[in-house]
Every structure is written in C-alpha cells, then in structure tokens.
C-alpha cells in the first residue's frame, strides 16, 4: 500500500507540474522555424529568452528544420516565423506573396574543413578551385544532402564545377542536421562543407582544420520572415521587426559574444 | 480524420513503389538484429544459465549487472560505445565507428542482459523438483547446465524473441553509433525518426509497417521453435 500512495503522489505532481508548463495564462505562442543551426548552437535560444524578457505575454517555441522544410512548414501554416538561409527558396516565397515582413537578420559563412595535410594544401583557393581537386582526388566529402541551405550551397558549387557527386564512391550522404554530417566527416577523414559556428563549436573533438578558401561566395545570410495568414499576426509581426531593429541585433551581438566570443552571426 | 487518411494513403504508395533504397534499409534492420540477437543469446543463455544454477563468488553482483542491463537506456549504451569507438577514444583504431558493426555491438550490449535475465528466471522457475532431479544425475557443471537449459528452452524461446524485440524496435543506441547514414547505417527505426522529423508522415509510417511486419514474423517463428522444443 505504502508504495501505491506514494506512486500516486509522484503521477499527481508530474501531472501538475505539466499543466503548469503547459498552459499558463494568458501567453501568446508563436512558432518560430529555424535553420538547424541556428538550434542546434543554442544561437536562437538566446536571443528568444532575450526577446520573451521584453515581452512576458509572448512564448517562442522554436522548432529547427532545413531550410526547405522550415518554408514548407511555413506553407501548410504550421509556422508563424521562420529563420531561414536559402536566399533562392525564400524569394520564391516572397515573390508568391506568402510572407509578410521579410528582414535580413544575420550572416555567417560557410567553410570547408578537412584533414589536417590536405585542408593545409587548399589554402586560398576559392571553392570551386577546391571542390574540383576534391572530385579529382576522389577524396571523401561528406554531404547533408538533406534540403538545407548549407545543401544548396554545397550543390551550387558541384554545379560550377561541373561535376555531380552523388553516387560516387568518396561522396557520403548523411540526409542530416550539420552536426552529426561533421561527426561522420571527423570519424572518416573526409572534407565537409560547415557552417564556422558549428565548426567553432566541435572544432576539438573532430580534430579538422578550416582549409581557409578563399571565403566570396560562402557568406551564409540569414533571413527572418513573418507568414501570412499566420493567427497570432501581430506578434509575428512584432517579433520580425524586432529582430530587425537596434535592440534585436544587440541581442544576437550579446548572444554571438557568449556563445563563441566573436561575432560569428553577423548582425 | 481527413489528415491520417492522406497519411495513409501516402504510406501505401511508398510501399507500392518501394525500390532498392527500401529493401537496403530492411535488409540493414534484418541482418543487425539478427546477427546481435545471435551473439546476444550464445552470451546470455550460458550466462543466464550459471547465475540461475551455479554458486560462485560475484553472482550477486553479475545478476545485479544483469538486472540493470535488462533496463539499461539504449541511447546511454550508445552514447558510451560512441566516446570508446571514437576515432581518438581508447578503440578508436578499430575504425568502427559509424559502421554496421558499432551498431552489432551496441545491440549485443542490450540484448545479452535480456537474454540472461529470462533464460536465469525460466531456469531458477522450473521449481524444486527438477532441480533436485538435476542434482540426483550427479552431472558436471557443464551438463548440468545444458540439461538445465533444454528444460526451459520454451525460456529461450522467449529469450531470443525478447532480445530481438528489443533490438529491433531500438532507436536511440544505433542512431548514436551508426549515424543514419544512407545506404551505409539506415534501419528501419533510424528511417522513421528522419522521417518524421522531416514531415513525411507517409514515408515514416512506411517504414513502420515494415518494422511490425518483421517483428510479428520474428515472434511468430520463435513462439512456433518454444512449442516444438530444440
């Protein structure tokens, strides 16, 4: 008997403690779709408790997905704001009318990372120079290949070079988030093309070396949009613009300096 | 209503089209829970087996370990085997990690305990007489054991069908030391959780249905080896 009370009372508090957090009063939710990085690196999270700071009646529920899911979550209306780096797909939104209020946000950039004697040997190239060599090594290079922007990016660069990877035998294809796709190119020696914070962030534990390209055409900018038709419209709205505005892109300066030190999110 | 049988929909014309990508994730999911189940059961019905019958230093220890690794968190024994296979880690030389094999091990790691937890309880729950029967034959350890376990083979059965549940409906374990990766490390359940989080409800549940369809194969075929003994 003793333990059956005692059962019910830790089911009681679990089930209070779930319809605190669950509804409080009173609290508007928006939901924010987010490039995986901006999740992943813990970015977003801060500057979101810095904006719910300023407005107590808002909750952000950030969800991370790749780019291209992140806009087609926006689509079948189950975004209210995405933060997303696929200039191409997000002005095809735009330009169909699905967004509201659109805002560069930040900008970070893209960097290929390799094995120590090789990445040293692609010094200054510029990417197309290094993807080529890549090909013509048949090097291993491990790719998200999962619709992200980092994805695309990638993709662009194979087309300029005139070579598609896929199938080949050096090229892996994780179909993941940017974090487990570096894991994998750590464990293999392989090249991956990574966004700098994620890099930052592991850059130990995988013990790969930036290959320090040539960096135009690996600038990653990043673009906040409010959705149209969205039911919680003004505060999406509120929260675009605020990302937009002086005292947001302090928030990502003041999050940039605690997360990495330097301004890796350019604002 | 109208959104699950769009779903549904969707999850029959991905199994109606399924091609090669599909089969290798199958075959993927088949061959890794087949092959830690075996290991799995050659370790823990000999294991199973001396802490049910044998009297030696350390049993209340190794049936305490046995107890916990019966319950152990899968995604915990992944994420241990992934710091010890990882490639500076102490086995890291191996080269495992992210390969068919990490994953065999980290499913040996949950179904051997598994194994030893049944075949031990269906042992020690044959009840007294046939134990004192056992004692009476006047065997070696060894046989003694072995009778032991055909007596309780319908255990077994049950042990083998428990450990290759438990292998085959793990996500977190493989998904750590495997990496999901396409053609390389992709199982079933790996492939639902991409998918899902992807939002291909129909793809997911796909892949679903191929994961009962094996499970239900799997115990039909074990329970059919429990009745008509080894």
Known sequence: MGSRSWLTAVLAAALAAGALT???????????????????????????????????????????????????????????????HDPALEERFIAEGRGELATEVFSSRFILAGPRPESGALKGMSAVEAFRWIAEQGHPFVSRADGSGTYQVEREIWDRVGVDPTGREWYVETRQGMGLTLQVASQREAFVLVELSVFLTAEKTTGLLDAALDPAGLENPYRAIAVKGSPVREESLAFVEWLGSRSGREAVRRANLELYGAQIFEP | MEFLWEVLADAVEVLSRAGPELWVVVALTLAVSAASTMIGVLLGVPLGAALALGRFRGRGVLRLAVSVGMGFPPVLAGLLLLLVFWRSGPLGGLGLIFTPAAMVIAQVVLATPVAAGVVSGSIRGLGMVPMEQLTALRLGRMARGMVAVREARAGVATAVAASFGRVVAEVGAVLVVGGNIVGETRVLTTLIVEESRQARFGAAVAAGAMLLVIALFVNIAVGRLGEDGL
Do not use: F, H, K, N
């Open chain 1, 22 to 84: 669950g509804c409080s009063s009173g609290e508007t939710r928006v939901t924010v779709v987010a490039g995986t990085t901006l999740v992943d690196g813990r970015l977003l999270e801060r500057v979101t408790a810095d904006y719910e700071g300023r407005r107590p009646d808002v909750r952000l529920s950030v969800v991370g997905a790749p780019s291209a899911r992140a806009l087609a979550l926006a689509e079948a209306g189950s975004a209210d704001v995405t933060i997303t």
